[in-house]
């Protein structure tokens, strides 16, 4: 494909993840191009950041729906109108719909090692059990929580000094270079997901 992939990235904090893809995209070496930023609620960081950047956002909170459902729909129709090639949840705090996941290639960063510590608090789960080392996952969502095919991981090791703090300062660091890295190749080389095995760079997008 010879024109940037269209990136969707969905952001519900900070949004360091996304500026790291933001920086790299002004780069035309690079392969994409973050084309819209989506939320989940509003007065973030990480909006501040897109629309610093000239870039299109929305916001929608589960709370402004009846339903759970109604929100799923809106979130997808909302992205779809961006056509994007990929969506990047990059610190982004819902779980999304089987629908949403059917209709767009959507990758998730995960402060732990995958399948190790889950959820929302990898960084203190990974300190309570002791482990020497942690890390970051990249993977392709599915319907659990972290648990989709692996893309990419990058190892941080504990210090015996660290707290919750600045064990996930340290991971976030190895983390959004490991983004800005994969997305960037799949951009450029494609990816193939075939059941629980990723290959970057096998197939044109
Ligand atoms: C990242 O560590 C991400 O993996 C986790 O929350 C953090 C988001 O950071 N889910 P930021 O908003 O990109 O700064």
Same mark, same amino acid.
């Given at each position: 494909?010879?024109?940037?992939? @269209?990136?969707?990235v969905?952001?519900?904090?900070?949004g %360091?993840?996304l500026?790291?893809?933001l920086?790299?995209?002004?780069?035309?070496?690079?392969?994409?191009?973050v =084309?819209?930023v989506?939320?989940? @609620?509003?007065?973030?960081?990480g909006l501040a950041r897109a629309e610093r950047a000239?870039i299109p956002t929305?916001?929608? !909170?589960? !709370?402004?729906? *009846?339903? @759970?459902?109604?929100?799923?729909?809106? +979130?997808?129709? #909302? $992205?779809?109108?961006?056509?994007?090639? =990929? $969506?990047?949840?990059?610190?982004?705090?819902?779980?999304?719909?089987?629908?949403? #996941?059917?209709?767009?290639? %959507?990758?998730? %960063?995960?402060?732990?090692?995958?399948?190790?510590?889950?959820? +929302?608090?990898?960084?203190?789960?990974?300190?309570?059990?002791? $482990?020497?080392?942690?890390?970051?996952?990249?993977?392709? /969502?599915?319907?659990? /929580?972290?648990?989709?095919?692996?893309?990419?991981?990058?190892?941080?090791?504990?210090?015996?000094?660290?707290? =919750?703090?600045?064990?996930? *300062?340290?991971?976030?660091?190895?983390? @959004?270079?490991?983004?800005?890295?994969?997305?960037?190749?799949?951009?450029?080389?494609?990816?193939?997901?075939?059941?629980?095995? /990723?290959?970057?760079?096998? !197939?044109?997008?």
């Open positions: 494909m010879n024109r940037p992939a @269209r990136l969707v969905l952001v519900s904090g900070s %360091t993840n500026q790291a893809l920086d790299a995209c002004t780069d035309p070496a690079y392969g994409a191009r =084309v819209a989506g939320a989940d @609620r509003d007065g973030i960081e000239g929305f916001a929608r !909170s589960v !709370s402004d729906f *009846e339903t @759970r459902e109604g929100w799923d729909a809106a +979130m997808t129709t #909302l $992205v779809e109108r961006f056509e994007p090639d =990929v $969506v990047v949840s990059a610190g982004f705090m819902k779980l999304l719909s089987t629908d949403f #996941l059917a209709k767009f290639l %959507t990758l998730n %960063t995960h402060p732990a090692l995958c399948p190790a510590f889950p959820g +929302m608090h990898g960084p203190r789960d990974a300190l309570e059990h002791g $482990v020497k080392v942690t890390g970051a996952t990249l993977f392709v /969502v599915d319907a659990g /929580v972290d648990t989709g095919p692996i893309v990419a991981q990058v190892p941080v090791e504990v210090a015996e000094d660290d707290d =919750v703090d600045s064990l996930h *300062e340290r991971i976030k660091t190895a983390e @959004r270079a490991m983004l800005v890295d994969a997305v960037g190749r799949i951009a450029r080389e494609g990816i193939t997901v075939d059941g629980r095995r /990723v290959r970057i760079g096998t !197939s044109a997008r």
